[in-house]
């Protein structure tokens, strides 16, 4: 027996086979997901671990390594997240999320350090000896909003879409805010004494940071983008350049101490498009299939790791100190985002409601993140403090907010996501408003959001496109892709019931073209009327949309960690699509 | 800056990064794959950049990695090479494969060893330090066929299938040899007497090393098959449990001194048709995508690290002895091949031409095995001639041999492989024969090839379907699931026409069904034939099945390592089938 041999990969294998299991069997009884969010049976999973090991082994089982963690679980789950980010929610509250993001966790940061030292003044408390920057060190590191402990939860519960992204993004993007901060203020705890340039340069750091990832991400992307234009003489390796010029980026943006979720998200979002124009269809299939079934395992791993290293005695119990943490934590945040969101209302007129307030508020989870920051603190003697004021606080947030928040989800009424997504003819409607508001802000000479957004739609096509794609000659709008994933789709539901025949041939080909104009938008601000169709045809056009585009035929659901669209949609679909169509003959 | 933090896996990516760019360099000019095998072209890329590295740092090299090469490289091309095994002339020729692969592969060794001990006695030659136990334990490591090396040229070169099976199957099969003769005296080597019962033990590991394997490979096999009964809910891990059962059956091999390659293959024959019944389409594409890519890219990094350790100062260049290695295996190789085909034509009906044992004899390269070998060597003042002799042995049978094997190929008029795969027509029949001759064995008394392949058959399906199948009550044929493909492709086509229609009913369920009870033998042997429809609706099926299975409807071709079946077929054949199925209304 040589098992020294071949240790790190059978450990590291053995531990993923674990994870998966313990997904199978969670699964496997269909009451439990709906109580219990999967990430607490997880974490509940690696308690139990934990207690085995260290019942066994009588000392602390090991402890999630930091750099572990950074280098190797976080990446696919932030870029899974990166990759199925709907852009459009996104793009359209950026402005929001950026503010929870930057100024809400800087709130945030600073509220809960200074009240913690002010709980250090008590002497009751015996806590004297934790300095102001050292409260605010782990304030900084327990402040942040946790995108994997955000993830596990908000999927699970469907709240709408613009509730969904608010929280979620705020947690992917402060990363930038707690990389800063906690570098600055660990910097000071060693620092003899601090001078006001110090404090400045932490300012300016802020754009660096961000900035400075969202430049690495999207060259990354861009290069990802071109490279997949030469593989079509070698299919099988085109995913792996998804997945290379990604962790790439985050990489290089780590290296740099820039923020590497800021970047592997640019990247993501920025080939996206390219990346899925140039590739065939099953190395599409294989990209998204293999980030969801990585993310998942890294999420599970994370989790289970979380609760096989909260056991053992890396612990030091003071109560106050870890009440008031959880407290803080929990007041903080609900005033950070009272006050953030009034001055938010004040300038939109689709305002946040006090009850999407409350739940994003409650939704501020903590995770791994935190847990891996407080591991890569320096030796002080308070450390094991802050490791259990840590602990607590994740598990309080995870436990308790993590499981009540389905229960007053309900309670509250929040509004939900829409149960079925947009039909093909509401994509229709809105990509014209977009196009008409458009037009109306560059007449009135108003630069809003739909101004730059159709500059940026020109931009690409008339440079990008050219650029990264194989075959730019042929751009072809979002709708008619939709178009032609449905009928593929319907193909083979037609093939599978055996239904497949060969009459009235299907005028795919016009409605693509249809489609293909009346998406570009020079079309109705330019008045090159001279392109479309003429009315007759369009009359034609119009009925045939109407009659195939059926309401079933709709887009997947939104972001989702655990499924990929289409994967839950139910049998029946085929059949009615058949039955209409028949009876439309 | 901090490069140290991230170093291991930005390097990691960077490598794969490498490759895979060179492979796309590679296929950008489309002459230069039909003159030079990619491995030759990939080591030449590794020699230009271990002469970079050596003129920069003026220092060698890294070399290879052993432990990286036999723990993370070689696992995906076996089984990559395992999972597309085509298992029917595998099985065919499986006594001539162990016959080459065992008393073959021991031939060579005893020959090439006690050979250069001759050389080593020749005085002008300085030689006389090296002893016959070190000879012998270098025959054991240069006399392995590398399958690494032989798929890189023999899936180039297309010759017909029982050839490639033969020097294919041979070169993964002989791992257990080289696992057992290698170990055994590099043991003796360390040994100060050598007793006769070591050597006895010795023959029995044979037996224990490769059937060890098979079992430690199937039991894996049939876990992972079980394992995927439970993922219904879960789709996305379903392809994980693929790559970590068969990467856990090569651990636990390598763990107990057992035949690594022997397991996973065995893992992944034994798994496939169950683990497909069981997982999604998109698994299944998943999967099978993700194989291609990592076997490729392992392939490619092996090729490129190859040419990067020659450089350097780790060689002895004692000339004689290398030019009679490489002579010795060269000839060693040829007589095996000639004594053993003689023996296997005496008892098949089905010879192995003359051609056939020249382009065997040449097509057993050496490659990456030899050399992490050498490398895996005790420290000894000969070690550096060792290394020396094995890169002159590898880089001789890559570049001359690999280079003038498909000239040579073409010059002979050696039979090549079929450019057509079999209709399903052709299938049918040879199932029906199949069964036939079960029967025929089976009253004859004649305990043959096709009497235990039967037996096999009637196991699995009494037996093991119904642990390892999710739905156990509906066993498809293997046709049946190749109509169902050939369906849904067709559909995809159609669609993608634009085609799409909704006229005639197809009755492909009526197909299947057929199908399904003409492929089960129990109808012919056991004159069950009440299970069967009327002979009417059997003509109409025939007539149906003529018209439907038209000759393009064929399976994909067989092993490759850098395409997926399907990939490079035209698109005209959606079209002809078209036109065909027009004209028949």
Redesign the interface.
Known sequence: ???Q??Q???EI??W??LA??A??GF??Y?KLPSVVPESCLLIFVGLIMGGIIYGLNDRSPPVMDS?IFF??LLPPIVLDAGYFMPSRPFFENIGTILLYAVVGTIWNVFGIGFSLYGICQVKAFQLQDVSLLHNLLFGSLIAAVDPVAVLAVFEEIHVNEKLHILVFGESLLNDAVTVVLYKLFRSFCEMPTIKSVDVFAGVGKFFVVGLGGVLVGLSFGFTAAF?TR??K?????E???VF?YS??SY??A????LSGIVAIISCAMGMKRYVEANI?L??H??VK??M??WS??SDTLIFIFLGVSTIGENHEWNWPYICFTVIFCLIWRALGVLVLTFFVNRFHVNTITSKDQFIIAYGGLRGAICFSLVFLLPDFHRKKLFIAATTVVILFTVFVQGMTIRPLVDLLAVKRKRESAPTVGEQIHIRFLDHLLAGIEDISGHWGQYYWKDKLEYFNSKYLQKILLREYDQPKSSIVLLY?KL??K???E???A????????????LCSAFLCSSSDRTVITDQKMEDTPNPDVLDNMQEILARNLYRIRRTGPAYNR???PG?SEPAEQAKEI?IL??KS?
Chains 1, 2 share one sequence.
């Open positions: 027996l040589d098992y041999h071949v790190v990969p059978f294998t053995l993923i086979m998966s299991l997904k199978i699964h496997l269909n750099d280098l190797y490279t030469f593989t003489d070698i299919r099988v390796i995913p792996l350049f290379l962790y790439l990489l290089t780590e290296m740099f101490h065939s099953k190395s299939t294989t299939y293999f969801k079934m998942s395992v032609e009928e593929r319907h193909a083979i037609l093939a599978q055996g239904q497949l025949g060969h009459g009235l041939a299907h005028p795919s080909f655990h499924t990929l994967d058949l169509r028949h003959l």
